[in-house]
C-alpha cells in the first residue's frame, strides 16, 4: 500500500490484532501458496511487472466480518489483472485455495471472539466512507510455521504512474 494507508491500517491491526497472531504488516493477499522452488522464477516476474506497470487504481469498499474478525473490502480490477497474470505463469503450481478469483482485503482483526468483531466493525463502520487506496508495489513473504520471511518487494514505476 502506498505509505499512509500502511500507517493507518498497520495501526488498526496493532490495536485489534492478537498480538501472537500479528507477523505481518498490514497487506494484501493476491496468493496464499506458491512453491519455493518457483522463487527466483516469481521474483523476476515482480520485477517484469513492477517495471511495466503503473500503480493499479482501487477503492475500499466496505468495513465487512469475518465472523472472528474484521475486514476492508477492496476493488481492484487493476490489482485482479496484475494476479491474474502472475497466475497465468504459475498455474500449474497453484493449490486449490489459490485457483479462484481472491476476495481483495485488508484483515484488522482475526481469532477473536465473535462480540470482540461485531463491536470492532460497529465501531470502524460508523465513519467509514468508500475511498481510494493506493497500492505501491508487490512484496512475497515465506511462511516458516509462525513468523513469516521477507523475501523481496518492487514498486510500481510504470508509464503513466498515477501516484
Known amino acids: 500500500m502506498g505509505a499512509a494507508d500502511q500507517r493507518h491500517f ?54 465487512y466480518s469475518l465472523g472472528r474478525g474484521v475486514a476492508f473490502r477492496i476493488e481492484s480490477p487493476d490489482l485482479l489483472a496484475i494476479r491474474a497474470r502472475i497466475a497465468e505463469r504459475f498455474a500449474g503450481m497453484l493449490p486449490a485455495q489459490d485457483r479462484g478469483t481472491p476476495r481483495l482485503h485488508i484483515t484488522v482483526q482475526n481469532k477473536v471472539t465473535p462480540e470482540a468483531a461485531r463491536a470492532l466493525l460497529a465501531e470502524l463502520a460508523k465513519d467509514f466512507r468508500p475511498r481510494p487506496l493506493a497500492i505501491a508495489g508487490l512484496a512475497a513473504h515465506f511462511y516458516r510455521g509462525g513468523p513469516w520471511e521477507f523475501a523481496f518487494a518492487r514498486n510500481f514505476r510504470g508509464p503513466h504512474a498515477r501516484y
Do not use: G
Open 10 to 63: 498497520d495501526a488498526l491491526r496493532a490495536a485489534h490484532f492478537p498480538p501472537e497472531r500479528n507477523y505481518l504488516a498490514a497487506h494484501i493477499t493476491l496468493f496464499h501458496q506458491l512453491p519455493p522452488s518457483a522463487r527466483a522464477e516469481l521474483e523476476r516476474l515482480i520485477h517484469t511487472i513492477a517495471a511495466d506497470t503503473p500503480p493499479p487504481r482501487a477503492m475500499l469498499r466496505e468495513v
